[in-house]
């Protein structure tokens, strides 16, 4: 069986938020995914525009307009180009 199934954690205890279909004493393997609680190490602005730069090909940024920024009204809603 695979289930997922909310819980909470509290006390040292893992109580599911919704019944489980097992057998009283059963053992079973837990892969816990969570929130990183405040304050821990988070992946900064600058280390996650750096991870997304290389996801980019190379070669696919020769393709990107060197005015984005100045029209990105243009790019996003079809509105005038601003020139120089």
């Not at 304050?39 to 602005?45: F, N, V, W």
């Not at 525009?49 to 090909?57: A, I, M, Q, T, Y």
């Amino acid at each position: 069986m695979v289930a997922s199934v909310k819980a909470r954690y509290a006390g040292g205890v893992l109580t599911p938020l919704e019944p489980l279909d097992l057998e009283e004493g059963e053992e079973v393997r837990l892969s816990i995914e969570g929130s990183q609680p405040s304050g821990a190490s988070q992946e900064s602005l600058v280390e996650m525009f750096d991870r997304l730069r290389k996801s980019v090909p190379p070669d696919a940024w020769d393709d990107m307009p060197a005015d984005l920024v100045r029209n990105k009204k243009h790019y996003l809603y079809g509105h005038p180009r601003e020139e120089d």
